[in-house]
């Protein structure tokens, strides 16, 4: 059974979070097409799908900015749920002197061995939300069908953290030359990322259950990883290989967040 009191901490903690970061970027209304009809089976159909305007953080969140909520909400929300895995060894954020405290020379770099209600818990503290699958992969690949989120040229370490060792993971801004078409950056490698969908066979329809938070789902992780193939970096790709367990964090698993949209 859970405390009564833990909610009412978490609800404090939501109340007292700090004000919503302006460094979004907006991603405009209009039509893109989702997937892709030559890669993996999980990509395809390719199709085209119209959504709202809404806008995405630029950045992955980050070690630094996961340790605040940390301190303000704790490890586990009202319904008992761990939001990260603080006994991992993988992870980048730790207790320190009765705070959370990001890792030096981490603070700057993705909050992994965040479990999905942890990504979820975090965007809605900031008054945001974790985008759809369909959102992630419109920011990442505009309109154009590109295959990376600079284009179609083949990834370099100017662009993109990918083949690297074990939980190498590198600054959420180091690699501008990344961008994707609205200017998101780090969309390719160094972590991947939480999306709010229950992974499902395409063709994507928000209204078909996958966006359904409460309905137990292994969840969709988009972007590739730190430790990805250049294949797994794609504006497609799906993590169809990765555990997506949604009650656990990992350590190459970060996320970020989005406002507006879901009309």
Request: hydrophobic share 35%.
């Amino acid at each position: 059974m859970i405390c009564r009191c833990a909610a009412v901490a978490l609800s404090a903690a939501i109340l007292s979070a700090p004000a919503i970061s302006s460094d979004m970027v907006p991603v405009p209304a209009g039509a893109f097409t989702m997937g892709s009809d030559d890669g993996p089976a999980d990509e395809r159909p390719a199709h085209r799908l119209v959504l709202p305007a809404f806008s995405i953080d630029r950045y992955p969140v980050t070690n630094a900015q996961f340790a605040e909520f940390l301190n303000a909400a704790g490890t586990r929300n009202a319904a008992g749920e761990r939001l990260f895995d603080d006994d991992d060894l993988d992870a980048r954020v730790h207790l320190a002197g009765g705070k959370w405290t990001a890792d030096s020379g981490y603070q700057n770099h993705p909050a992994v061995e965040v479990t999905w209600s942890g990504a979820r818990a975090y965007c809605a503290w900031r008054g945001k939300r974790l985008p759809t699958e369909a959102e992630w992969e419109k920011a990442g690949r505009g309109t154009d069908g590109r295959r990376y989120p600079w284009g179609n040229s083949a990834p370099d370490p100017r662009r993109a953290q990918y083949a690297a060792r074990f939980n190498e993971t590198a600054p959420v801004d180091a690699f501008s030359a990344g961008a994707s078409p609205y200017g998101v950056l780090g969309m390719a490698g160094n972590a991947w990322e939480w999306v709010s969908s229950a992974y499902r066979p395409y063709p994507y329809e928000s209204k078909d259950g996958r966006e359904e938070a409460g309905t137990p789902a292994v969840r969709g992780t988009r972007g590739g990883g730190h430790d990805s193939p250049a294949d797994e970096i794609t504006t497609t790709q799906r993590g169809r290989n990765l555990s997506r367990n949604p009650n656990a964090g990992h350590h190459n698993i970060g996320f970020r967040c989005a406002t507006g949209g879901l009309r």
